[in-house]
């Protein structure tokens, strides 16, 4: 597991400079960083749609089948390695105009390092209560937005008004990711939920 995290939590400023320094690699950070920290929430959803069920406020839950909960997870998981893929290359396509814009890897290992709240964040999946869930996942978006302003200007060598700007799309862009990937599970989720029924109807 990556080192760097209790320095992107404490201290991100300090941290986005030893990063920068290290000139890590897309296959590195993946091995070390991503793989184990997208499966934060792949294992917590596992565990909460199967065991607890999702609950929206009520006395009834909403449970799948360990089944379909295996193949939501692995689902889940590789829309967050994608994910991070995407929104590095997203990051490399808005510098195009800066003379000096690292390369499409190193806007993958910065992509990658600014989703770490958002990966801890999905531990609270565990226990699936839609206002919890919803509150986490607002506190992961705003620190994932400071972790943007902190590291973009250092990260691209430009300026803070600039950095601001480029942080701010990248953030826009990457809520309406987000967005689509929680459709996509909620919709295989639903779909994972109805065959169940089903099954349990029939049997």
């Known amino acids: 597991m ?45 565990i909460g749609t199967t065991q607890f069920g999702w609950s929206f406020g009520g006395d009834e839950s909403y449970k799948v ?3 379909n909960g295996i193949a939501l997870g692995l689902a889940f998981y590789a829309l967050m390695l994608a994910a991070v893929w995407i929104v590095g290359s997203l990051i490399h396509w808005l510098a195009r105009e800066y003379p000096e814009r690292p390369s499409r890897g190193e806007c993958v290992v910065f992509a990658g390092y600014t989703a770490t709240p958002m990966f801890l964040a999905g531990a609270v999946a565990i226990y699936p209560v839609f206002w ?10 705003g620190y994932t937005a400071y972790l943007l302003y902190k590291g973009t200007p250092r990260f691209l060598g430009i300026s803070h008004d600039n950095g601001f700007i480029i942080s701010g799309m990248t953030l826009g862009w990457g809520i309406l990711l987000l967005e689509v990937m929680l459709t996509v599970v909620v919709m295989l989720w639903s779909m994972s939920s ?3 029924i089903m099954w349990s109807v029939f049997k």
Do not use: D, R
Not at 12 to 25: A, D, T, V, Y
Not at 132 to 140: D, E, F, G, M, Q
């Open 194 to 196: 109805e065959t169940s």
């Open 132 to 141: 919890v869930c919803l509150l986490a996942l607002s506190a992961a978006l």
């Open 2 to 46: 990556s080192n760097h995290i209790i320095g992107l939590i404490l201290h991100p400023g300090k941290e986005w400079q030893q990063i920068n320094s290290e000139h890590e690699s897309v296959s590195h950070l993946y091995y070390h960083h991503i793989l184990g920290m997208a499966a934060i929430p792949v294992v917590a959803s596992f």
């Open 65 to 67: 089948s360990i089944e």
